[in-house]
């Protein structure tokens, strides 16, 4: 029986209770938000009820249904979008957005749902909100949504800067998690485009003005008097810790400040009397909280922080009252807690115990195995310094061979479904000397199992070393260790160019980079399979790969059990069961006690998660980089335009023999010239003077300074026209030269050059003006360009094709239709270069019921012709398809308009024989003069409308653009300029 009975995308509507006997039972009711407190002395647990969280949990359900009464008019935009599930490929989990609405809702909402109700603070001068989510739960994208909301806001309402910043200040426990919040910066690769969280691109484009600045607690730590300096300056002033910290942020008033991982921010009241010692046993440094407290206090009382939004899994403290006390912060307002994400299958379920086939006698142990260091046998044993050769404690051995028998079997599976990592055991113990004593028990092969004795898939993380490496810090020398973290680099299966530059890293650094990629290919950690820790690693160890956790400390609260089996709770993957639940993923846990897990007595051992595959850029195929302008919207301008009738336009006739291209001089003295001596000036021996290009923009600049006073629209779009005009008419069959001697090239440049004058006065003549409509892409200004090449490696578990056309490493099977398509393109000559559009970026704007769409086509080809193919696959039809082929359509146009990206074209196969019809028609056409041809659509010219489907005749053409005359059926003589992708061929 799965623990998961709730959609993550709605409201949770039920939850597991427990019922007589130690069983669970499903209650019909979404979860009271509350917690559970252990006392470890008398082996008692209460559960306390966060009774404000509750009552604005009702609240805002009821201001949710009204409508969101009270918030601005950019904000019910972004709230609407959000909760649109079309507008992003991934809806958004409930938990995320009522955390959002929760802070929108006492900051925006009407008073009416707010009376009654007062958020207690933290003791200090500003404000503070937490969120309560828990692993997995998308932290991160709230801090995105969070700093959209006040951003956008703050630059429409300026004068609302009590409610609203465009300054972010983010503060991250260490570098792992700034590293990893470096997406909320606006720029590419951002969670703002990710997840498409601005309903517009002009909110979008607004949202590049914010101002976000990502740093760690330590850097508000006071600055350090050089100790041996002459001059005593004295304590840093507060103004100058501002500018230091703020830096470029220092020039705005009312920030906003955003703590992840906000349980490190405590503020110790000060009637309260809590040891260091007794801190640290529930995970909290109080240096690090009381300087971080501090570093914010100083810059509020210069620049004023106008609200701090604190995000944390476990924002718990100690309360004082009794040494195992623990609370949580009083200002939480919404809660989303590691049972909820259970339920909702947001994260792995823990298991307390092994299922029973895994050792004959795996059910007697179940007691002692649930909390191991509560057994006085091991608690007294592993509360000392003992020497790491010492033996472990009988329960401590027994228990990992039943968890390393687990191991062992998750292992196999995974192995035998082809996982390029294996499943990872992640031990928690209480102190140094244990972890020691640990790393030696599995690296001197004491312990049961052969496979978990290897040293360099062991991995014991030095506290003190990782502290160091947390705030770029070195730590004290240690050779041995230092030689134990390159053997494990030696040993991984990684490239030996990425060996030598692991290798080169300090062992600060190179513990980090370790710990920070366990499981993930073809980095240092991607071999590992065991990890040792004292207390709780990084927040930011998100390793998916974590099967096994074994607990050996003291647990005194329920949050500080979910702090350190948050550290394996990372699903592999996503997938849903019929009734669009997520399927259960598994972590097997020892010496934890979880309020709730699923014991696994009986039934059949889960399923190891589905084998990833890199979806990644082949540097080595850079020949295969497909690129494509970003489009933003399509316009639909009206602009003068000239217009020559080409019919009507009589020959230019340019006469060799009143135009000398070449003379011969002599010396003359007294009226003779001597012959003997005569030197030549010929035209032909100059040719860089007489370059197609420079001939053509000399007659538009003449005929510029004839036009510009006169014409209309805009001067820049005179002169390309003018240019477009004199190239079309000096290839035209207008310009006669009668002399074969003058119709070599060169010699033809020269005498149209000496005549250029006569050129424009003539092409001047058959010029009109005429209004016309014509489509202009607007671009991406920050990224007007995309490309194969920017893609980003990700994973999948989907079925996959490898590709040797592609630039990118493998092709997504997300249907059989598509890896027909990859096979097809695959063995076609006339197929350079093809990608899958998934993950690219290549999309597409449109309009359906009302609001503004993205569409994805599913493929970009390259085709031997030069064209670039947008393709289609589709099995039905709709009206909203059609609408995304309009704005496809419309998207081609305007680009080959535009000009400047080459010819592209697009289609749609409604079934798959249709593919391969598809690329033979668009890749190896080409219209020859006098063939027949259908439009595609309609056109208008010399104000007659002509219709799609209308046959015609092509009458020239002009190749480097792609484009072609077309002399119409519909009336003599009348011709239309198209591009080729508009025609089709009609079979003779």
């Not at 312990?447 to 991995?459: C, D, V």
């Amino acid at each position: 029986m799965s623990l998961i009975i709730n959609s993550p995308f709605v409201s949770p509507a039920q939850h597991w209770v427990e019922a007589k006997g130690g069983k669970l039972e499903i209650k019909s009711e979404r979860r009271p938000a509350s917690y559970e407190v252990f006392d470890a002395r008398n082996n008692t647990k209460r559960t306390e009820v966060l009774d404000l969280v509750n009552t604005i949990r009702t609240r805002v359900d009821q201001w949710r249904a009204d409508g969101w009464p009270g918030v601005t008019i950019v904000t019910r935009k972004l709230l609407e979008h959000w909760h649109d599930r079309e507008a992003r490929h991934h809806p958004f989990y409930f938990c995320q957005l009522e955390a959002i609405e929760t802070l929108i809702w006492w900051v925006e909402g009407a008073e009416a749902y707010k009376q009654g109700i007062a958020i207690p603070g933290d003791g200090g001068v500003w404000e503070r909100l937490c969120n309560k989510m828990a692993t997995g739960a998308g932290k991160t994208t709230v801090m995105a949504m969070i700093i959209t909301w006040q951003v956008l806001n703050a630059l429409t309402y300026p004068k609302r800067n009590k409610d609203f910043s465009r300054a972010v200040f983010i503060v991250a426990p260490g570098l792992t998690v700034k590293e990893r919040l470096r997406v909320l910066l606006p720029s590419e690769g951002s969670y703002y485009d990710e997840f498409n969280l601005c309903p517009s691109e002009a909110l979008r484009q607004k949202l590049n003005q914010a101002e976000v600045m990502i740093e760690n607690w330590h850097t508000l730590m006071p600055l350090k008097e050089a100790d041996r300096s002459v001059v005593k300056k004295g304590r840093e002033s507060d103004e100058a810790f501002t500018r230091r910290v703020l830096g470029k942020l220092a020039a705005h008033k009312d920030i906003i400040v955003i703590n992840d991982e906000a349980h490190h921010a405590y503020r110790k009241p000060p009637e309260v009397k809590i040891s260091k010692k007794h801190a640290e046993e529930h995970g909290i440094d109080l240096d690090e909280a009381t300087r971080w407290i501090e570093g914010l206090d100083r810059i509020h009382k210069t620049r004023r922080i106008q609200r701090c939004f604190d995000l944390s899994a476990t924002p718990f403290a100690p309360t004082g009252k009794k040494s195992t006390d623990t609370a949580l912060f009083d200002w939480i307002i919404s809660d989303f807690g590691l049972n909820d994400a259970i339920e909702a299958g947001l994260v792995k379920t823990p298991r307390v115990v092994v299922r029973d086939d895994a050792v004959p006698d795996a059910k007697t142990l179940r007691s002692k195995l649930y909390h191991i260091y509560r057994d006085p046998t091991v608690s007294e044993d592993l509360n000392r310094k003992a020497e790491a050769h010492e033996a472990l404690p009988k329960l401590v051995q027994d228990a990992y061979t039943l968890l390393g028998a687990d191991w062992r079997e998750t292992r196999a599976q995974w192995q035998e479904a082809g996982h390029h990592s294996p499943p990872v055991m992640l031990t928690v113990c209480n102190r140094t000397e244990t972890a020691a004593r640990i790393e030696t028990y599995f690296n001197k092969g004491d312990a049961h199992w052969p496979e978990l004795h290897a040293p360099t898939r062991t991995l014991r993380v030095d506290s003190k070393v990782l502290e160091k490496a947390e705030i770029g810090e070195t730590a004290t020398s240690d050779k041995d260790y230092e030689a134990r973290l390159k053997a494990i680099i030696d040993a991984a299966t990684i490239p030996e160019t990425r060996r030598q530059q692991l290798r080169a890293l300090k062992k600060e650094e190179l513990l980090r980079e370790i710990v920070d990629n366990v499981g993930k290919r073809g980095a240092a950690g991607q071999d590992l399979q065991n990890v040792i820790s004292v207390a709780m690693l990084s927040e930011g160890w998100d390793a998916k790969n974590v099967t096994h956790i074994m607990g050996l400390r003291a647990f005194t609260s329920q949050l500080l059990c979910e702090q350190v089996v948050g550290r394996g709770l990372r699903r592999v993957s996503y997938d849903t069961d019929e009734n669009g639940l997520f399927l259960p993923e598994y972590v097997n846990v020892f010496g934890v006690p979880l309020s709730i897990s699923e014991t696994g007595e009986g039934g059949e051992a889960p399923p190891p998660p589905k084998p990833t595959t890199q979806i990644e850029v082949l540097p080595e195929r850079t020949h295969l980089e497909l690129r494509w302008p970003n489009v933003l919207r399509v316009e639909t301008v009206v602009r003068p335009q000239l217009a020559m009738d080409w019919g009507k336009v009589a020959r230019l006739v340019l006469d060799p023999a009143s135009t000398p291209i070449s003379a011969e001089l002599a010396p003359a003295l007294g009226g003779a010239t001597d012959m003997g001596k005569v030197t030549a000036i010929d035209l032909e021996k100059l040719p860089d003077g007489f370059r197609l290009q420079r001939l053509v923009f000399q007659a538009a600049r003449k005929a510029f300074a004839e036009l510009s006073h006169g014409f209309s629209g805009n001067h820049e779009y005179l002169a390309a026209q003018l240019v477009r005009i004199v190239e079309a008419f000096l290839h035209s069959d207008r310009l006669d030269i009668p002399s074969l001697f003058h119709s070599d090239p060169l010699r033809r440049r020269i005498l149209i050059a000496l005549n250029i004058d006569l050129v424009v006065q003539h092409v001047l003549s058959n010029v009109t003006e005429q209004n016309t409509e014509r489509l202009t892409p607007v671009f991406d200004e920050e990224n007007p360009i995309g490309a194969t090449g920017q893609m980003r490696t990700w994973y999948t578990t989907k079925p996959c094709f490898p590709t040797t056309k592609s630039h990118i490493s493998d092709l997504v099977g997300d249907s059989s239709w598509e890896g027909h398509a990859a096979n097809i393109f695959e063995k076609r000559d006339d197929v350079i270069a093809y990608a899958k559009n998934d993950h690219l970026g290549f999309q597409i704007y449109y309009m359906w019921a009302g609001s503004r769409r993205r569409y994805v086509p599913d493929f970009l080809v390259r085709l031997t012709g030069g064209t670039m193919l947008a393709l289609e696959v589709k099995g039905t039809d709709s009206p909203q398809d059609k609408a995304k082929r309009l704005a496809l359509d419309e998207w081609i146009r305007a680009i080959n308009t535009s000009g400047g990206f080459g010819r592209w074209d697009w289609d749609v196969a409604f079934a798959p024989h249709q593919i391969e019809d598809i690329i033979r028609r668009r890749a190896g056409h080409r219209f020859a003069a006098h063939s027949l041809v259908r439009l595609r659509r309609a056109f208008t010219a010399a104000r007659t409308d002509i219709p799609a489907g209308t046959e015609g005749v092509i009458v020239d053409s002009y190749p480097s653009r792609d484009a072609y005359e077309v002399e119409v059926s519909l009336a003599p003589a009348l011709t239309v300029t198209v591009f080729g992708s508009d025609l089709e061929p009609i079979d003779a």
